[in-house]
Antibody, heavy 116, light 108 residues
Framework: EVQLVESGGNLVQPGGSLRLSCAASGFTFTYYWMTWVRQAPGKGLEWVANIKQDGSEKYYVDSVKGRFTISRDNAKNSLYLQMNSLRAEDTAVYYC?????????WGQGTLVTVSS | EIVLTQSPGTLSLSPGERATLSCRAS???????LGWYQQKPGQAPRLLIYGASSRATGIPDRFSGSGSGTDFTLTISRLEPEDFAVYYC?????????FGQGTKLEIK
């Protein structure tokens, strides 16, 4: 059974940093692109970033470029999102998903709240 | 960036009725790389349709997708009580892989 479990969400002050993790199981992690998607409270979905199987290609939405870094550790079957210089508008549930855009398999999400 | 505009914003229908949801792209979505998702409160999105018209595994055949280029449609032939939710389209033709703003399907 495919499982994606996010962790690391928390309350953080504006300008702060946070690292999200996504533990993957039930499939061969190295076969797939992986993606982060977020959803602000009461709002729609926003694709954030994705990363190729070997980490050699990474793409970001403009609003997070230069502040967020997506990475993966294939030995640990884990996906990460390092978030720096956080802003109030980054407040959202962050989902990891298998594939380059979203697709079938998603985690349950982890909540990031940016507030003073 | 490809902007997706969904209409209507809210659709009020009764169980048993037919629902037609629209998704229009600001530029052509190549190879019909267009998907549709259903989301219920407190849940992750669920993929219904990929490639504009292919149903994902386990999705009932009352859900169908159509369209190409810039105009896409999700049709639910006969609404069941569990179909009332928010629906999003997403293009994965050109990065960033944008979503529409959503259509809320509510019970009339």
């Amino acid at each position: 059974e495919v499982q994606l479990v996010e962790s690391g969400g928390n309350l953080v002050q504006p300008g702060g940093s946070l690292r999200l993790s996504c533990a993957a199981s039930g499939f061969t992690f190295t076969y797939y692109w992986m993606t982060w998607v977020r959803q602000a409270p009461g709002k729609g979905l926003e694709w954030v970033a994705n990363i190729k199987q070997d980490g050699s290609e990474k793409y970001y939405v403009d609003s997070v470029k230069g502040r967020f870094t997506i990475s993966r550790d294939n030995a640990k079957n884990s996906l990460y999102l390092q978030m720096n210089s956080l802003r109030a508008e980054d407040t959202a549930v962050y989902y990891c998903a298998r594939g380059s855009y979203g697709g079938v398999y998603w985690g349950q999400g982890t909540l990031v709240t940016v507030s003073s | 960036e490809i902007v997706l505009t969904q209409s209507p914003g809210t659709l009020s229908l009764s169980p048993g009725e037919r629902a037609t949801l629209s998704c229009r792209a600001s530029q052509s979505v190549s190879s019909s790389y267009l998907g549709w998702y259903q989301q219920k409160p407190g849940q992750a999105p669920r993929l219904l349709i990929y490639g504009a018209s292919s149903r994902a595994t386990g999705i009932p055949d009352r859900f169908s997708g159509s369209g190409s280029g810039t105009d896409f449609t999700l049709t639910i032939s006969r609404l069941e009580p569990e179909d009332f939710a928010v629906y999003y389209c997403q293009q994965y033709s050109s990065s960033p892989y944008t979503f529409g703003q959503g259509t809320k399907l509510e019970i009339k």
